[in-house]
C-alpha cells in the first residue's frame, strides 16, 4: 500500500489533550490549518516526551536564533482545547521534531504505528514558535491533571488506593 502523508504547513491550530476519567483518559494530538484538521492518538508519557522536548529545543533555538514576539503570536486557550471530531485516525508511534531556519518554524514529524506490510502513515505540522511553546506547556499541565504519582515506586495511584511494591506489602498509599 502506498505511503499517505498528511501536511500542515503551516498549522492554525496545534494541541494535545485527554479525554476521559484520571486512569483512563486518552491523549490525542490535533492539529488544523484552515478547515481541515486531524486527531491523532499518543500515549501519556510520548506527550510528555513531545512537550520537555520541544521545551529544550525552543531553548536551543531561543540562544541559537533569537527572536522578539509579542502576545499576538500566542494561541489563544480556547486554541488549545480539544475539539470535535475526536475519532483519530491513527495511533502515533513515533515522533519527531525539527526547525526550519529559513521559516523560523518548528517541524513537528509523527508517524504511525507500523503494521505488517503497510506502509505508516506520515503527518508533518509547521508551527511557530510560540504555538511550540504552547502546546508544550498545555501539555504538561494536562498530564499534571491525572492520578498522581508513587513518591516510592513512581507508578501512578488509582483513586481507590494504590498497592506500592516498595512497601512489600505493608501499606497501602491512597489519593489525598
Known sequence: MARRLTDFNPVSRITI???GPPGQRVFLLQASQ??????????KEQARILASSTLELLE???????R???????????DLMIQEPMEPEF?????????DQELDTVVLVVQEIQLEDEEPTTARFWASRPQMKALSNHTMEVIEQGRPICP???RPIDPDGHFCPK????????WN
Open 60 to 66: 536551543e533555538l531561543e540562544e541559537k536564533y533569537p
Open 34 to 43: 484552515g478547515s481541515s484538521s486531524i486527531t491523532l492518538k499518543l500515549e
Open 152 to 154: 516510592l515506586c513512581d
Open 91 to 99: 495511533v502515533v508511534g513515533q515522533i519527531g521534531l525539527g526547525y
Open 17 to 19: 489533550g485527554a479525554v
Open 68 to 78: 522578539q514576539y509579542s502576545k499576538v503570536d500566542e494561541p489563544l486557550s480556547s
Open 167 to 174: 512497601t512489600n506489602g505493608h501499606e497501602t498509599v491512597q
